[in-house]
Structures are given as C-alpha cells and as structure tokens.
C-alpha cells in the first residue's frame, strides 16, 4: 500500500544552518503530498503542499519540490531558528479522504 | 467553533478502567478523524467519519476502541479496559469535503494525552 518514509530524527542544528529532512514516498499515481509541523504542545498544522509533480511548496522559509523521478519530497531551509523546532511530517492521500503520515523527524535549533 | 477541539487535554486512568476522549470539530465540517501518535512513532489512523457514519474503521487497534458521532458534529472516542500500551496522544482532525477540502483541508485539534498507569 501506499506508504511515507522520514529520515530518523532527533536534527539537531545551530541557528541559521541549513535544513534538509528527506522524506520519500511509495503510492501508486502522483498524489498529492504534504508537510506538517508540530510546535510541542499543538496539534499539527499543514506546513506545505505539492499537487503535481515538479510542484515546489513554500511556507515560512520552508521549501519541498515534488521530484516522481526519485519519489521524494524533502523539505528545505536556508537558514533555520530557534522557533523552528518542532516535530515535521511527511504526508500523502490514503483512502476515504484520509492522510497517511511517515513518522516524524524532530527538529531542535540551538541558539 | 474557531478550531478543533479536544478535551480532556490530559487524562492519567488507570489500567482496566473504560476512557472517553472527545472532539469537537470546526462547524460544518463534514469529515472527522481520529489518528493516535505514540511515543517515538508516527501518525496511526484509526477511524474516519463523513456525517454521522463511519465508512472507514479500518485503524481501529481493538475491539475495545469504539467511536461515535452525533449530530454530525462532536465526536467521542471510548476505549474500554484500558491498557498500558494505549498510552498515546490522540489527535481529532476535521475538514469539509469538496475544493479545497478533503485532505487539502485539514484542521487538527492539540489532542488528549492518554497516559493508563
């Protein structure tokens, strides 16, 4: 079935270094495909999307692009901060409307 | 309301006992959610229900997890005879189905802390 893999956290960064959280996909089509944030204590907000491939998502700094060749969605920042750390998963369509999520890579920026 | 939500925040029980965690999602908001998100995993999804009817229960880990929805509106999600393995965050998620709704659409509740000691 249609399934998301996230690289493993805990990514621990200094503030301003560079993002990447690797996120890959197996689903059949292209479906749509998705990051969400968790800030600690809040439900899960969508950070970015992608409908189609070769699509770029964007949000607060935050950048994914929609590759079908590799089957990834890896999100990027140029420049990380201490509000940034939070819990991100990687997301796409499942059945009946519902999303199946990959199982999360925390982020923690240092100061 | 403004956004989904969920209550209790927080709920200790003890093992064996029956829990009930509620969600009140945002109005007219057609389709709800349940997913669980244990410690060091990822998003399990458990039920989802369009209106009043659950066409996709498949998540459910028991029979000892039950949920309704009423009125299309709030939702409870009862687990009996609680174990320690139930310990989790469970997190409610409401969305209106058509453009732009569906998975597109997603609002998440901050969820119930379930901890069976």
């Known amino acids: 079935g249609d399934s998301v893999t996230q690289m493993e956290g805990p990514v621990t960064l200094s503030e301003e270094a560079f993002l990447t959280i690797n996120c890959t996909y197996t689903?059949?089509?292209?479906?749509?495909l998705f990051w969400y944030v968790q800030y600690p204590g809040e439900g899960l907000q969508l950070l970015l999307k992608?409908?189609?491939?070769?699509d770029k998502g964007s949000n607060k700094g935050f950048e994914a692009t929609y590759r079908k060749e590799t089957t990834s969605f890896h999100l990027e920042k140029g420049s990380v901060q201490v509000s940034d750390s939070a819990v991100y998963f990687c997301a796409l369509p499942g059945g009946y409307n519902k999303l199946i999520f990959g199982a999360g890579t925390r982020l923690a920026v240092h100061p | 309301g403004a956004g989904v939500s969920q209550s209790p925040s927080n709920k200790v029980t003890e093992k064996g006992k029956d829990v009930e965690l509620r969600c009140d999602p945002i109005?007219?908001?057609?389709?709800l959610y349940w997913y669980r998100q244990s410690l060091g995993q990822g998003l399990e999804f458990l039920i989802y229900?369009?209106?009043?009817?659950?066409?996709?229960k498949s998540g459910l880990p028991s029979d000892r997890f039950s949920a309704e929805r009423t009125g299309g509106s709030v939702s409870t999600l009862t687990i009996q005879r609680t174990q320690q393995e139930d310990s989790a965050v469970y997190l409610c998620?409401?969305?209106?189905?058509?453009?732009?709704?569906?998975?597109?659409?997603?609002?998440f509740g901050s969820g119930t802390r379930l901890t069976v000691v």
């Open positions: 992608a409908t189609k491939a070769d």
């Open positions: 689903a059949t089509g292209y479906p749509s």
């Open positions: 998620a409401s969305s209106v189905l058509g453009p732009m709704g569906g998975v597109y659409g997603y609002t």
């Open positions: 229900f369009q209106g009043n009817s659950a066409p996709d």
């Open positions: 109005s007219g908001h057609t389709a």
